[in-house]
């Protein structure tokens, strides 16, 4: 149980983090500086989908809206 409950917290504040990055992307005006952004937030959602943290169809989703933004900018 123990385990179970440091597991539980060191997700959610994977979780977390992984959406600040979302946001910090999504409010980046500069091209440049939102597509180094974009690279490391891609980066975290595929780790985050390998290790089972989010599912494979919300990274997907996710790094399809933000690159879609991007290239808008």
């Known amino acids: 149980m123990r385990q179970n409950a440091k ?4 997700n959610r504040e994977k979780r977390s983090r992984t959406r600040t990055m979302i946001k910090n992307v999504l409010a980046e005006q500069d091209k440049e500086k939102a597509e180094s952004l974009l690279k490391e937030t891609v980066s975290n959602l ?4 390998v290790k089972g943290i989010v599912t494979k169809k919300m990274a ?3 790094k399809a809206q933000l690159t879609k933004h991007v290239n808008s900018l």
């Open 7 to 10: 597991r539980r917290q060191v």
């Open 46 to 49: 595929d780790r985050m989908s």
């Open 60 to 62: 997907s989703r996710k």
